[in-house]
């Protein structure tokens, strides 16, 4: 499974949120003890901390390696920052509309949790690992961008952004066509799984049918242990937000998968230079012929 690499401005308590209900049972344990009692936990030794998930020494050490630290030191030093920031401690949770409410009410309670999910959405991005996605991108063969629902929409912007600055990508919504176009799939291409749970099983099944080709598997989904997240070479995340916990309108969510999208797109740019804008400049004339 790939690791979790950590950045500075990455959060403990919602990497832990984030991939909770996906731990084994004695790892569970003692992600619950941290997040129930993080200023507690800092104070604690590594063996007094398996002492009271009534876990071992070995247990903790791989559970702060799943979370995508060196060691129990390193994330203590994450949750010192959580501590500071009390705000990083909240959940994410849904809209409750109700019959009263005004339109500007609604509105802002739109805008809030967007801006939320995507204040939680940066805390977790790893700038290193964007920077290496850019590189894969740079020198792929071709890049297949992929998603179902509101995810596939995601896949089908990714590819409206990155063609147009001449990388050589493709998108397809039909499912068939899409696991035939992973099946040819080899050494050199990339493909680019789009999924907010991480448990597709048609997203997930062509990661799987890709990185047995020898093909490069990206995956962008909200930040857990899930199927596509340990398939992949490279995680890109969203927010942490539990994958069990029912969320009604999925704009939000969709709006974080765009954003690092564009942050992709943009850092392709710089990178490409004057051949990405010629490029764009070349798509931008056509698309404005068209106009009336």
């Known amino acids: 499974m790939p690791e979790y690499s950590v950045d500075k401005r990455r959060s403990c308590l919602l990497k832990i949120h984030g991939s909770i209900d996906n731990l084994k049972s004695a790892e569970k344990r003692i992600a619950q003890y941290i997040y129930d009692n993080p200023s507690e936990v800092i104070k604690l030794t590594i063996n007094q901390l398996a002492e009271k998930c009534n876990s071992s020494y070995a247990t903790v050490n791989r559970f702060c390696k799943k979370m995508g630290y060196s060691g129990f030191k390193t994330l203590k030093s994450d949750l010192v920052n959580d501590i500071a920031n009390r705000n990083n401690q909240n959940t994410i949770s849904d809209i409750s509309i109700t019959p009263e409410m005004t339109t500007e009410e609604i509105f802002s309670k739109v805008y809030d949790l967007t801006f939320r999910i995507l204040e939680d959405s940066f805390a977790i991005l790893n700038a ?52 035939l176009l992973v099946s040819l799939t080899m050494k050199g291409d990339i493909v680019f799984a789009i999924s907010s749970s991480g448990r597709s099983g048609e997203i997930v099944e062509c990661a799987r049918i890709a990185k047995r080709n020898g093909a490069t598997v990206i995956s962008l989904s ?69 106009k009336i």
């Open 222 to 290: 909200d930040f857990t242990i899930s199927p596509i997240s340990k398939t992949s070479d490279y995680n890109l995340y969203t927010t942490p937000r539990n994958v069990n916990a029912f969320m009604n309108i999925d704009m939000p969510l969709t709006v974080s998968q765009l954003t690092i999208i564009d942050t992709i797109y943009i850092c392709c740019c710089k990178a490409m230079g004057r051949k990405a804008t010629e490029a764009y400049s070349v798509t931008k004339n056509h698309a404005d012929n068209e």
């Open 128 to 179: 290193q690992i964007v920077d290496k996605v850019v590189e894969e991108f740079l020198r792929a063969r071709k890049i297949i961008f992929i998603g179902t629902g509101n995810s596939g929409l995601s896949a089908k912007y990714a590819y409206s952004k990155f063609f147009r600055i001449g990388l050589p990508c493709v998108s397809e919504n039909d499912a068939t066509l899409r696991k």
